[in-house]
C-alpha cells in the first residue's frame, strides 16, 4: 500500500458551508483521504449535490448558522447520531461590502453571527468531550482582508480578523485538551461568491482583483489542500496560526 501522510481515513469531520464554494471542495477532498462527514448548510439542495460527489458516508445538516440558539441542540443530535468528530471546518460566510456611511447594524450583526460567532459555538460543542476525539483540530476560514484593508470592508474585515483573535486564544485555551486551533486566510477564490461580487462590479474589477495575485485568482482546491493537511496529523505542532493562502497577495 502506498503512504499517504494525510490519509484521514476513519477519521470524522464536521464541515460547514458544504453547499457551495471552499467548503463543498473541502468536503470531496476530506471524503477522497477517506473521512467521513457531517456537512452543514442552510441550503438543502446544494448539500444534496456534495453528498453525491463524496466518497465517503456523509450526512447533511439544514441549519441556519445565525440561529445561534439552534447550533448547540442540532449539531449534538447529529453528532450523536454519527459518532464522536476528529476535527471541524467552518466555511460557511457571507460578504458585506459597504461604504462606511452606509453600513447598517442589523446587516453587520448578521455577518457577524454567522462570520464569527457560529465559530465560538462551534468550538463550545467540540470542546465536550462526548463530541470530540480525544486529539482534535478546529480550522476556520477568514480572508486575506482580515490582514489587510480594503474599501468599503468594515464589516467583512470586522468579522474575518476577529477570527484572527479568536485562533489566537483558543489555541491557548484548548492545547491543554490536545485541540488545535488554526486558520486560514485565503485570497480571491474563483466560487458562487466571487462570482457574485464580479457580476455587481462589472468586467474591470475581475481583472483587477485577478491583478493583485502575483499567482492569479485561487481555486477551491487550492485552499482544501491546506485544509486537509490542517485536519491531517502532518500538522500535529501547528496551532494558533493564520495561514495566507493568497496567491502572493499579502507578500506585497
Ligand atoms: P459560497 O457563497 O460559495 O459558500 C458559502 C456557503 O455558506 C454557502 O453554501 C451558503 O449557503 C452557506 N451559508 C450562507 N449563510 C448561511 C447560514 N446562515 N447558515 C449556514 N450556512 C450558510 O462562499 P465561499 O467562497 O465558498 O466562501 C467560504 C468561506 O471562505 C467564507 O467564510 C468566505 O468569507 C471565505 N472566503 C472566500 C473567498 C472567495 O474569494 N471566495 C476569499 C476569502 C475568504
Redesign the pocket.
Known sequence: MSFNPIGLNNKKFLI??????????ISILLSQLGAELIL????EN?LDDTIKLCKTNSKKLV?????TENIRPKIEEIILEFGKIDGLV??????YLSPLKFVDKEITT?VF???TY?AIELSKIFTDRNMSTKEGSIVF?????GCVGSVANVG?AMS?SALHGITKSLAIELAPKKIRVNCV??????????K?MANNFGPDYYQNITNLHPLGL?K?ED?AGVIAFLLSNMSKWITGSIINVDGGYTAQ
Open positions: 460547514t458551508g458544504a453547499a457551495s464554494g471552499l467548503g463543498k471542495s452543514v448548510d442552510v441550503n446544494g441549519l441556519d448558522l445565525t440561529n467552518h466555511s460557511a460566510g457571507i460578504s448578521n453571527l454567522l462570520n457560529a476560514i477568514s480572508s486575506i482582508y467583512y474575518k486566510a485565503p485570497g480571491f477564490i474563483e466560487t458562487e461568491m466571487f457574485s485561487g477551491a485552499v
